[in-house]
Nanobody, 126 residues
Framework: QVQLQESGPGLVKPSQMLSLTCTVSGDSITTSVYGWSWIRQTPGKERAFVAAHSGGVAYYADSVKGRFSISRDHAKNMVFLQMNNLKPDDTAVYYC???????????????????WGQGTQVTVSS
């Protein structure tokens, strides 16, 4: 099994930056990873794709393109989301997710991912 744990919850003001970390652990972390993603959810709404990395390509939702950056440190088994120029609309619970089953590239579809973290709250408010 694989466990994911997000960290870096925060309350920041608009235009500030914040970095989220997802630490990956478990007995199966040596298995191949085919994609990783950050997905967010606001109260009363469905979870929404934010950023993903799959097949050697990084993908971003239009709403965060140019402001957010997804990366991974394979040696440390960590996934990062650097968020710059934050806006109140970025307020949400952020989840990291991984795909470890081979096949497909539905990077923006939450059902494609095999493992999920518990989520961490990000609040952007003045």
């Amino acid at each position: 099994q694989v466990q994911l744990q997000e960290s870096g919850p925060g309350l920041v003001k608009p235009s500030q930056m914040l970095s989220l970390t997802c630490t990956v652990s478990g007995d199966s972390i040596t298995t191949s990873v085919y994609g990783w993603s950050w997905i967010r959810q606001t109260p009363g709404k469905e979870r929404a794709f934010v950023a993903a990395h799959s097949g050697g390509v990084a993908y971003y939702a239009d709403s965060v393109k140019g402001r957010f950056s997804i990366s991974r440190d394979h040696a440390k088994n960590m996934v990062f989301l650097q968020m710059n120029n934050l806006k109140p609309d970025d307020t949400a619970v952020y989840y990291c997710a991984e795909r470890r089953s081979y096949g497909g590239n539905m990077y923006d579809d939450e059902s494609w991912y095999d493992y999920w973290g518990q989520g961490t709250q990000v609040t952007v408010s003045s």
